[in-house]
């Protein structure tokens, strides 16, 4: 079982290693001439008042006997455009452009100035056959091009990279990874310990270790890549491809590990057993739920891919696969949610029904924090949406974490509650008419 887990985990990470869109800000390229329409090159969200487009071509003669240029049009212009019900020509369309850059030289710049807040701009690639319908000339030569998008830095030079829904990952995930590595010298050896002296806690806190490791490595990888990001607006996208596997990966896992304890926890006490103590790695019933429940979660994942290929782990949420994962998580804190209620609305045992509240606690936030700053996030500006999801579900997740690993590390409750040879608590270890404990 833990082989099928390993394997959905690896070709829904390979899917997003391999799905994944260009998310640097430098980009190369080459410009053809095509009709139909203009042809988008690039979308960056500007701030400030002193932002730059830098672009550099090779064939200067090219460009100027097509009359190339680019069109700069501000996100909602542009959907308003597209959206509207009057008939507007290609060209009447290309006209309503707030910037246009000619591309008559080498290398050129434009500022984009008097920016109000930051927001999202389009830029796109014109010539005089982008409006003629069923243009074809092989002959046409390309343009190639290299092109730099960058908001003005803390003194106001036109040196950054990110755009405005990017500033400030950098930071977070310096801070992170900064965290990790403070913790991980505090606790790594006394988790270690007693790692090694197993015991009816084992299976769950080596699954917990290995999220957590996952967890670290996708932080790490997001540095490396925010670190590189910043220097060339190209990054390094081998980097980021891995934190989003590590991230599938423990996603997965934890979803696994959860269900797994839920469903096994409900199961119990359905078949109301006192012969022998339920346990989470040997479970049919509880284990068949699970897989099937993750099994569906990765075909989502895999979906959600190839409908939107340029985002992160977390920001994307207006596609149907994004919004069928968000429905799942929903439905599946709400099941896990009621069940729990059953097992603490019967439960007689303060100590017991402490444990499974404070279990419930750890695993709605797990589940229920995409979906909810994914509805928060509407109250704010675009460029803020994908800052305030992906920090606030990594750290809603760090502090999951946190809740459960206290709960079964606990000796003050997991290791009173689990010594009462409870059904409905899992991973103890019975043998003959008694429970025999490790730690």
Request: hydrophobic share 45%; glycine share 6%; proline share 3%.
């Amino acid at each position: 079982m833990g082989r099928l887990l390993w394997l959905l985990c690896v070709a829904v990470g390979s899917s997003r290693w391999w799905l994944r869109g260009a998310q640097g800000k430098t980009l190369r390229g080459r410009f053809s001439s095509a009709g139909g329409g203009a042809q988008p090159a690039a979308r960056f969200q500007f701030h400030g008042d002193h932002a730059v487009l830098y672009i550099r071509i090779n064939n200067v003669a090219a460009a100027v006997e097509k009359e190339a240029r680019l069109h700069l049009f501000q996100a909602q212009e542009w959907l308003k455009l597209q959206d509207s019900t009057q008939d507007h020509s290609c060209g009447e369309k290309l006209s309503k452009a707030q910037l246009t850059m000619p591309m008559n030289l080498t290398e050129q710049n434009l500022t984009v100035t008097q920016i109000p807040y930051p927001e999202t701009w389009y830029v796109f690639y014109v010539d005089k056959f982008t409006c003629e319908e069923n243009y074809e000339n092989s002959e046409s030569e390309d343009i190639q091009f290299e092109m730099v998008l960058l908001n003005p830095d803390a003194e106001g030079n036109p040196l950054d990279h990110f755009s405005a829904g990017e500033s400030g990952l950098h930071e977070f995930f310096f801070l992170l990874v900064l965290a990790y590595f403070v913790a991980a010298c505090i606790y790594a050896q006394s988790l270690w310990q007693t790692l090694k002296k197993g015991g009816p806690m084992h299976t769950v806190l080596k699954v917990l270790s290995t999220v957590l490791l996952f967890q670290a490595g996708s932080a790490f990888a997001n540095y490396l890549h925010f670190s590189s990001y910043a220097k060339d607006g190209i990054g390094a996208p081998f980097m980021g491809s891995l934190a989003e596997l590590c991230d599938i990966v423990c996603q997965i896992q934890m979803l696994y590990l959860l269900l797994s304890l839920c469903m096994g926890w409900m199961i119990g006490r359905m078949k109301k057993s006192q012969s022998r103590p339920l346990q989470w790695d040997s479970t049919p019933a509880s284990t068949g739920i699970a897989v099937v429940v993750v099994v569906t979660q990765s075909i989502l994942l895999i979906w959600e891919q190839f409908e939107d290929t340029n985002h992160h782990s977390y920001h994307s949420h207006h596609s149907l696969a994004s919004g069928l994962l968000i429905g799942l998580r929903v439905c599946l804190s709400l099941s896990l949610a009621c069940g729990l209620y059953q097992i603490i609305r019967v439960e007689r045992s303060t100590l017991k029904r402490e444990f499974y509240i404070t279990f419930a606690k750890g695993c709605i936030l797990w589940f229920l924090c995409h979906p909810g700053l994914a509805t928060i996030s509407v109250l704010f500006r675009d460029y803020q949406r994908e800052k305030v999801i992906t920090i606030g579900v990594i750290l809603c997740q760090s502090v999951s974490m946190v809740i459960l690993y206290r709960l079964f590390l606990s000796h003050s409750l997991y290791w009173e509650v689990s010594s009462l040879s409870s059904v409905t608590l899992p991973l103890t270890v019975a043998s003959g008419h008694k429970s025999r404990h490790y730690f």
